[in-house]
């Protein structure tokens, strides 16, 4: 059973349109993840969330935001997306941030822009 | 973190062991090696992690040299569905900085299970 969920598994957006990008746990996990992967890259990771506490990346663009209302939903919001944020974007849960904690991750949700 | 090196592609045939080595030669003591798979068009699946011993699960097992300077994951009966790009991580257990958090995320290999 799926245990980190993404919805959708594809999207498609036009340039410079809002779009929102949702991640589910049933792990009952504190933190709670966001990483881009564009084509033929490594993932590479945009912020977390530790329970409530947001984690921001020094080098993810503003143009990213994201919320988490409770322990189990996470969103990636991208306010105007450009033709560079195409890519996929996977969430991925861990119960704790120390390194002997693995993260686990969704399947990702392939973002296009027109 | 300490980097990694792996190779960029193995083949392995089906049904035999595939043995996939990673060079950590500046590890530290408090660093914990990982092991992930992507299969093509989904997310990165955690496989296996070890400190200083070695470590079995129902999917690998995890082989770490005495001086902790390489290991070796060993997948013991490799199907076609273990065709994937296998990622070798090594993180930090715990620092002041709170970068532990992090997966660092390297160019991995290619695992190709051949029929």
């Known amino acids: 059973d799926a245990m980190v969920i993404q919805n959708p598994r594809y999207q498609v957006t036009q340039f410079g349109k809002p779009v929102t990008l949702s991640c589910s746990q049933t792990?009952?996990?504190?933190?709670m993840y966001w990483y881009q992967q564009k084509s033929s890259q490594a993932p590479k990771l945009l912020f977390h969330?530790?329970?409530?506490?947001?984690?921001n990346e020094a080098d993810t663009p503003d143009n990213f935001q994201s919320r988490r209302p409770n322990t189990s939903f996470c969103f990636l919001d991208i306010r105007s997306p450009g033709l560079g944020d195409a890519a996929m974007y996977l969430c991925?849960?861990?119960?704790?941030?120390?390194?002997?904690?693995?993260?686990?991750f969704g399947d990702g949700t392939r973002l296009s822009i027109l | 973190d300490a980097k990694t090196t792996q190779p960029p592609s193995m083949d392995c045939a089906e049904g035999r062991a595939a043995n996939l080595p990673c060079n950590h030669s500046?590890?530290?003591?408090?660093?914990?090696v990982y092991w992930y798979r992507q299969i093509h068009s989904q997310g990165p699946q955690y496989i296996i992690h070890?400190?200083?011993n070695n470590e079995t699960n129902e999917m690998a097992s995890l082989i770490i040299t005495e001086d902790r300077k390489s290991s070796t994951l060993i997948l013991p009966h490799a199907t076609l569905r273990d065709t994937a790009v296998y990622y070798c991580?090594?993180?930090?257990?715990?620092?002041?900085?709170?970068?532990?958090?992090?997966?660092?995320f390297g160019k991995g290999t290619l695992l190709t299970v051949n029929p």
């Open positions: 991925a849960t861990s119960r704790e941030t120390g390194g002997n904690q693995p993260q686990h």
């Open positions: 991580i090594v993180r930090v257990e715990w620092n002041s900085g709170g970068s532990n958090y992090k997966l660092t």
């Open positions: 792990l009952n996990h504190n933190v």
């Open positions: 070890g400190l200083k």
């Open positions: 500046t590890i530290s003591g408090n660093e914990y």
């Open positions: 969330y530790y329970d409530k506490d947001f984690n």
